[in-house]
């Protein structure tokens, strides 16, 4: 495969977060991976309102200033975009080209949403919630607001967050500013950024992104699939990123999260997956955020590979091998970093 000029601009646009970072529990604002299929809306925060409404007995039209005097939560939550790993697969229609890192873990401030749609009042009727971004745009030949909608069930979930500060600041403008929801558990694309509108509708949501992307072989794409990923160590080779480290022991370490079920094992493997050995958990960091595992190596001279496989508590493991689809969805197979150990 080759990557388009097209391919690269959106690239540029949308970085992903150096796996260096992999060593923080909180990735800084700035680092943390970054998708804006649009432009960056330009907000009039004075303008600025939250509609709830469609079908619900009270509709609502709140301020900033008004969702903040709600009761607030704190929460580490790991995103993921669901197109990480697309660049991997031998096909995939052109899209965002990601290796492995549209990953981040921020701590977002804000209020649950569920009392908000209880203060509305949803009808009986109401089947899903659909979330609507300033943002709006052409994709698939087809003008549309960027939209995603969520069964009545998922939006009513507990840790579903309407969030306004991202590590204890205001949200940056690239991360949604004022407002965007955050619903742990679920792929990047769920998360709608510069929410102007919340609307109940009583059948199936059939806007663009929720009809046409995020599915595979008609399935669609909800929440995030088990992965680890090591934080390369050593130094890097500036072109390959390729490692190289001195003998030695060695360190590895790394970060597991699923939204399936809570991290249970994580097995690294430092002769490119003919062997595994248990890796150390970290305390939980929170539900829905990933979790710290490590293991020391002992680094001999020579080239090694090493790799890394979580499972979670349902069960659910990474392959050893990329399988494509033509969305270029959910690629969790493992990561294999090359690394060359020099001869002290
Ligand atoms: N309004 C709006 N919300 C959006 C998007 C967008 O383009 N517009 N991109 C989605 C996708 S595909 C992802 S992966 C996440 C990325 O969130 P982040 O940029 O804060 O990491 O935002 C989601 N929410
Ligand atoms: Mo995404």
């Not at 959106?10 to 991976?33: D, K, S, V």
């Not at 992104?209 to 599915?215: D, I, V």
């Amino acid at each position: 495969m080759t990557i388009s000029l097209d391919e690269l601009q959106l690239a540029a646009r949308n970085h992903g977060m150096p796996l260096e970072l992999l060593r923080e529990p909180i990735t800084p604002r700035g680092l943390h991976y970054l998708l804006i299929h649009f432009d960056v809306p330009d907000v009039d925060a004075a303008a600025w309102r939250l509609e709830l409404d469609g079908l619900v007995r009270t509709p609502l039209s709140l301020t900033l200033d008004e969702l903040r005097a709600c009761p607030a939560r704190t929460v580490p939550v790991t995103l993921e975009c669901a197109g990480n790993g697309r660049a991997l697969m031998a096909e995939y229609s052109p899209s965002q080209p990601w290796l492995r890192d549209a990953i981040g873990t921020a701590e977002w401030t804000g209020t649950p949403l569920a009392p908000l749609l209880q203060e509305a009042g949803l009808e009986d009727a109401a089947r899903e919630l659909v979330f609507t971004g300033i943002d709006r745009g052409v994709q698939g030949g087809v003008e549309h607001d960027y939209e995603r909608s969520l069964p009545v069930a998922e939006a009513l979930r507990d840790e579903v967050l309407l969030a306004y500060e991202m590590n204890g600041e205001p949200l940056p403008p690239q991360h949604g500013y004022p407002l965007r929801v955050v619903v742990p558990g679920w792929y990047g694309m769920t998360h709608v950024k510069w929410l102007r509108r919340i609307a109940a509708i009583g059948d199936e949501f059939r806007g663009w992104q929720q009809a046409e992307a995020y599915k595979i072989d008609g399935a669609p794409v909800t929440r995030i699939v088990p992965r680890s990923l090591l934080a390369p160590p050593g130094i890097p080779d500036f072109m390959t990123r390729e490692r190289f480290l001195h003998p030695g022991p060695c360190e590895l370490v790394g970060r597991a999260w699923s939204g399936l079920a809570p991290i249970e094992r994580v097995e690294v493997s430092t002769d490119g997956g003919s062997s595994w050995a248990d890796a150390t958990l970290d305390e939980p960091l929170g539900e829905f955020a990933w979790r710290g595992f490590r293991r020391t190596w002992q680094a001999e001279p020579g080239e090694h590979e090493l790799a890394c496989r979580a499972t979670d508590a349902a069960g659910n493991t990474q392959p050893l091998d990329t399988v494509s689809n033509s969305g270029g969805y959910c690629n969790n197979a493992v990561q294999r970093v090359r690394v060359t150990v020099a001869d002290d």
